[in-house]
C-alpha cells in the first residue's frame, strides 16, 4: 500500500533552517509528484510546493520563493523539504503528499516543527 | 496566489444535506477542472474525497459529490452522518504546476 512517512518532529531556532524528508513506498517513486503542504496551528492547509521525481522539476508558492527548497533522491525513493530563515510564523506541521500535478491523493503523517528561541 | 474562497463554517442535522462553497477565479477553478476537496478531522492528515472535480476515490461514500460552475466549485454531502463532522479544504490546480487552498470549512453535525 502506498505510505509517506516522514521524519519526526523538529525544534528550530528564528534563523535557523530546517530540513523535513519523506520517504516514499508501495508505489513506483518516479510515477507521482509530491506536493509540500504546512498547517500552522489552527489553521488552513497551505500549499508550498511540488516536485516531479522522475526529473527532480519543481515549483513553489511564490510566498515561500527564494526559501524553500525540495530535493530528492531516486535511490531512497526519498523527497525532501528544505525551509531557511524560519521565524514563529513557521511553526507549522508540515506534509509531503502524493498526486498528480493538480491534486493530491496521499498524505504523509505531518512533521510538526516548532520555531522557539 | 489568493487563497480560494469557502464560508467558516456551515452545519446540518443527521440526514440532511449540506453543500460547501469554494469560490476562485478565472485563473484556477474556473480554468481548470481540477478542484479537488479534502476532508480533515482533528489531529489527522486530510484524506482525498474528491478530485478532478466530481470523481470520488474508491472507499469514499457515494454521499459525497463534487461540482462547479464557472469560477465556483461545490461539495454536498447527502445523508449527513455523525462521523461527517470535521474540517474541508477544497484545493484547485493554477497552472505552473502550482496548487491553492480555500481557507477550510467546519461541518458540525447538529
Known amino acids: 500500500q502506498v505510505q509517506l512517512v516522514q521524519s519526526g518532529a523538529e525544534v528550530k531556532k528564528p534563523g535557523a533552517s530546517v530540513k523535513v524528508s519523506c520517504k516514499a513506498s508501495?508505489?513506483?517513486?518516479?510515477?507521482?509528484?509530491i506536493h509540500w503542504v504546512r498547517q500552522a496551528p489552527g489553521q488552513g492547509l497551505e500549499w508550498m510546493g511540488i516536485?516531479?521525481?522522475?526529473?527532480?522539476?519543481?515549483s513553489y508558492a511564490q510566498k515561500f520563493q527564494g526559501r524553500v527548497t525540495v530535493t530528492r533522491d531516486t535511490s531512497t525513493s526519498t523527497v525532501y523539504m528544505d525551509l531557511s530563515s524560519l521565524r514563529s510564523e513557521d511553526m507549522a506541521v508540515y506534509y509531503c503528499?502524493?498526486?498528480?500535478?493538480?491534486?493530491?491523493?496521499?498524505w504523509g503523517q505531518g512533521t510538526l516543527v516548532t520555531v522557539s528561541s | 496566489q489568493s487563497a480560494l474562497t469557502q464560508p467558516a463554517s456551515v452545519s446540518g442535522s443527521p440526514g440532511q444535506s449540506i453543500t460547501i462553497s469554494c469560490t476562485g477565479a478565472?485563473?484556477?477553478?474556473?480554468?481548470?477542472?481540477?478542484v479537488s476537496w479534502y476532508q480533515q478531522h482533528p489531529g489527522k492528515a486530510p484524506k482525498v474525497m474528491i478530485y478532478e472535480g466530481s470523481k470520488r476515490p474508491s472507499g469514499v461514500s457515494n454521499r459525497f459529490s463534487g461540482s462547479k460552475s464557472g469560477n465556483t466549485a461545490s461539495l454536498t454531502i447527502s445523508g449527513l452522518q455523525a462521523e461527517d463532522e470535521a474540517d474541508y479544504y477544497c484545493c484547485s490546480y493554477a497552472g505552473s504546476s502550482t496548487l491553492v487552498f480555500g481557507g477550510g470549512t467546519k461541518l458540525t453535525v447538529l
Open positions: 503528499a502524493r498526486g498528480g500535478y493538480g491534486d493530491i491523493d496521499y
Open positions: 508501495g508505489y513506483t517513486f518516479t510515477s507521482y509528484y
Open positions: 516536485i516531479n521525481p522522475s526529473g527532480g522539476s519543481t
Open positions: 478565472s485563473t484556477d477553478v474556473g480554468n481548470y477542472n481540477l
